[in-house]
């Protein structure tokens, strides 16, 4: 609801701007969906999609993916999914997903899944773009996530506000910001339990944030997203270096003078690639597991196998480096 003056609440306003710039580069017609969660941030999102969407030109959906994690998930998918109809969205689809924790984790699965579900029904709709609802607060959890884990720049980058039909429009607001504009627009949101549980490292990390806020003054979550963004220009510079390095190194075994030759920032970006293109889950593969394959270029004496995450081995034989599944136990 806008204000008696005809001026929307300024976190309303914020919200609006940012999916009116996502907006700007889509054709008269065309199809916008928003991954609603049910939280302040993606139903903060989904109303300012509806309001944007007729200066726009475009249509707007839903899509809200239950990931049948606690009793009872798929009421609270269905009265998300009524919610955005009665936001005038359409189409609003709900998707159920199994999410299969097995050696990656809750957190890591949920997303793979919930993307997979996403992915499905932007392709069988044909839409243009999908809109995720993640605030500035949640590009400063993933940041210090990715310092916790030690893997460099690209993991300090943070989540982009833009890859493939994938678009972050409220990456620049604050979590309080999106719930400001609920309460202004007098929208009702859920709370999910599992934002509450320390059982997840993004719990923690935002646990660990308020306290270093206290500690350090205000301001650090917005300085950390301003990081991110001052590093996704070098590292998707160097992951286009690292990117054509693979291709000219081929399927393997590699030659390790080959690996060797390349410029410490570029091969380490390498070995990811080479690992996760092997199956190692890209969140599980640490500075730790680079140093490691590191060592059998650089400190090579005839070692045994680098263990990696994926059921994975790395080894070098000669002049030879190869990455092969860990044979099974006898």
Same mark, same amino acid.
Request: neutral net charge; proline residues 7%.
């Given at each position: 609801?806008?204000?008696?003056?005809?001026?929307?609440?300024?976190?309303?306003?914020?919200?609006?701007?940012?999916?009116?710039?996502?907006?700007?580069?889509?054709?008269?017609?065309? =199809?916008?969906?928003?991954?609603?969660?049910?939280? $302040?941030?993606?139903?903060?999102?989904?109303?300012? %999609?509806?309001?944007?969407?007729?200066?726009?030109?475009?249509?707007?959906?839903?899509?809200?993916?239950?990931?049948?994690?606690?009793?009872?998930?798929?009421?609270?998918?269905? %009265?998300?999914?009524?919610?955005?109809?009665?936001?005038?969205?359409?189409?609003?689809?709900?998707?159920?997903?199994?999410?299969?924790?097995?050696?990656?984790?809750?957190?890591?699965?949920?997303?793979?899944?919930?993307?997979?579900?996403?992915?499905?029904?932007?392709?069988? *709709?044909?839409?243009?773009?999908?809109?995720? #609802?993640?605030?500035?607060?949640?590009?400063?959890?993933?940041?210090?996530?990715? =310092?916790?884990?030690?893997?460099?720049?690209?993991?300090?980058?943070?989540?982009?506000?833009?890859?493939?039909?994938?678009?972050?429009?409220?990456?620049?607001?604050?979590?309080?910001?999106?719930?400001? $504009?609920?309460?202004?627009?007098?929208?009702?949101?859920?709370?999910?339990?599992?934002?509450?549980?320390?059982?997840?490292?993004?719990?923690?990390?935002?646990?660990?944030?308020?306290? =270093? @806020?206290? #500690?350090?003054?205000?301001?650090?979550? %917005?300085?950390?997203?301003?990081?991110?963004?001052?590093?996704?220009?070098?590292?998707?510079?160097?992951?286009?270096?690292?990117? %054509?390095?693979?291709?000219?190194? #081929?399927?393997?075994?590699?030659?390790?003078?080959?690996?060797?030759?390349?410029?410490?920032?570029?091969?380490?970006?390498?070995?990811?690639?080479?690992?996760?293109?092997?199956? $190692?889950?890209?969140?599980?593969?640490?500075?730790?597991?680079?140093?490691?394959? @590191?060592? *059998?270029?650089?400190?090579?004496?005839?070692?045994?196998?680098?263990?990696?995450?994926? #059921? *994975?081995?790395?080894?070098?034989?000669?002049?030879?480096?190869?990455?092969?599944?860990?044979?099974?136990?006898?």
């Amino acid at each position: 609801m806008d204000r008696p003056w005809g001026r929307p609440h300024p976190a309303v306003a914020a919200a609006r701007a940012a999916v009116r710039a996502t907006l700007a580069e889509c054709d008269p017609g065309d =199809l916008v969906l928003v991954a609603c969660s049910g939280g $302040a941030d993606s139903t903060a999102l989904a109303d300012a %999609a509806r309001v944007e969407r007729e200066p726009a030109g475009v249509r707007t959906g839903a899509v809200v993916v239950d990931h049948g994690l606690q009793p009872g998930s798929d009421g609270v998918a269905r %009265a998300v999914a009524e919610r955005m109809t009665g936001l005038g969205l359409d189409p609003v689809e709900v998707v159920a997903v199994a999410v299969d924790a097995t050696g990656t984790g809750v957190e890591d699965a949920a997303r793979s899944a919930r993307y997979a579900a996403l992915e499905q029904v932007a392709g069988r *709709l044909g839409a243009r773009l999908v809109l995720l #609802g993640h605030t500035l607060d949640d590009q400063a959890e993933q940041v210090l996530l990715g =310092l916790a884990r030690g893997s460099g720049a690209r993991s300090l980058a943070g989540m982009p506000p833009a890859r493939g039909r994938y678009r972050r429009p409220l990456l620049g607001l604050s979590r309080e910001q999106t719930r400001a $504009a609920c309460r202004a627009e007098g929208l009702t949101w859920w709370e999910d339990p599992m934002n509450a549980d320390p059982a997840h490292a993004r719990v923690r990390a935002r646990r660990a944030l308020a306290e =270093l @806020e206290a #500690g350090l003054g205000p301001g650090l979550s %917005a300085a950390l997203a301003r990081s991110a963004d001052l590093l996704r220009e070098d590292a998707d510079h160097l992951d286009t270096l690292a990117a %054509a390095a693979s291709a000219g190194l #081929g399927e393997g075994p590699w030659p390790a003078r080959a690996l060797a030759d390349l410029p410490r920032a570029v091969r380490t970006r390498v070995w990811r690639r080479l690992l996760t293109g092997r199956g $190692a889950p890209a969140g599980q593969v640490s500075a730790r597991h680079v140093e490691a394959c @590191e060592r *059998l270029l650089t400190h090579w004496h005839g070692q045994g196998p680098v263990h990696a995450p994926g #059921g *994975l081995r790395v080894t070098r034989s000669a002049d030879r480096v190869s990455i092969t599944p860990t044979p099974p136990v006898e």
